[in-house]
């Protein structure tokens, strides 16, 4: 069994910073990408970033300049530094991870934090 545990949201006003973590633990043979998703009520689910295991990251269009998204292979680790953070980005982070255990590969979500951009 693996785990992913978020940490870091917060309340934060408009321009302010923000860093998540996340960190998986459990049966881990390796982690292929890992990834962070939001979702802000009334929506779905969305895309903010991924990162793969050699390095290689993708953003999601409204977040380019202001989010990094770095990991730690050896710690098993994935974490998103916001920057000029937007009301628009108030939504419930996740972090997920597509791990092989010993015997398959498999897509784990953490269970998220919650962001606030507010005033």
């Known amino acids: 069994q693996v785990q992913l545990v978020e940490s870091g949201g917060g309340l934060v006003q408009p321009g302010g910073s923000l860093r998540l973590s996340c960190a998986a633990s459990?049966?881990?043979?390796?982690?292929?990408?890992m990834g962070w998703f939001r979702q802000a009520p009334g929506k779905q689910r969305e895309l903010v970033a991924t990162?793969?295991?050699?390095?290689?990251?993708n953003y999601a269009d409204s977040v380019k300049g202001r989010f990094t998204i770095s990991r730690d292979n050896a710690k098993n680790t994935v974490n998103l530094q916001m920057i000029s953070l937007e009301p628009e980005d108030t939504a419930v982070y996740y972090c997920?991870?597509?791990?092989?255990?010993?015997?398959?590969?498999?897509?784990?979500w953490g269970q998220g934090t919650q962001v606030t951009v507010s005033s």
């Open positions: 997920n991870a597509d791990v092989r255990d010993s015997s398959r590969w498999r897509l784990y």
């Open positions: 459990g049966s881990i043979f390796s982690i292929a990408v």
């Open positions: 990162i793969t295991r050699g390095g290689t990251t």
